[in-house]
């Protein structure tokens, strides 16, 4: 179990997501949306969130290179 925000709590979502079947680039897409639109808290938060989503996303699409060609790229 990871803090929220951090680049390791975003990294465990995708890959829950992932496993459970789902789209990778979809995925990191319904997060981006929820912290851009309905996460309410400060600017600098929110952008220190995105920016942990980002690197997470990039780190799961070189760790798990089978992911990439069935599940679309990320950023």
Do not use: W
């Not at 995708?14 to 990191?28: I, Q, T």
């Not at 600017?43 to 992911?67: F, T, V, W």
């Amino acid at each position: 179990m990871y803090f929220f925000g951090t680049e390791e709590f975003f990294e465990e979502q995708l890959r829950k997501a992932v496993e459970s079947g789902k789209n990778l680039s979809a995925s990191f897409s319904q997060l981006e949306r929820e912290l851009k639109y309905n996460f309410i808290c400060t600017d600098s938060l929110r952008r220190e969130c995105l920016a942990n989503l980002k690197a997470a996303g990039r780190k799961l699409e070189h760790q798990q290179p089978s992911y990439s060609g069935q599940h679309a790229a990320v950023v």
